[in-house]
């Protein structure tokens, strides 16, 4: 590969997360090798791939107004209750 211009570089990560508007793509215990072919560089990851539904911090901050709790209590509500704001407060209200 070196004789073709390709590098090929190891990189120890303990998580990856693919944001999207939707989800959030995250890839536990990866393996991930940096690529750079031609001055383009591009990732190769490979592990055990699971999806979350994308919380906006705006979201997680009216949750914790609505429900007078803290940041990180609205957010794990929300992500019990898979981003639904409704269903995360009132679960927060009868605790």
Do not use: C, R
């Amino acid at each position: 590969m070196k004789k073709l211009g390709i590098k090929q570089e190891e990189i120890e990560a303990e998580e990856v997360i693919i944001k999207t508007k939707e989800k959030n793509i995250v890839i536990k215990d990866p393996q991930v090798s940096l690529i750079n072919m031609g001055g383009n560089q591009s990732f190769q990851i490979t592990g055990e791939v699971t999806e979350e539904s994308a919380i906006s911090e705006e979201d997680i901050k009216t949750v914790a107004e609505k429900a007078k709790v803290t940041f990180n209590k609205a957010k794990e509500a929300l992500k019990k209750s898979e981003g639904d704001l409704a269903e995360a407060i009132l679960s927060l209200q009868e605790n």
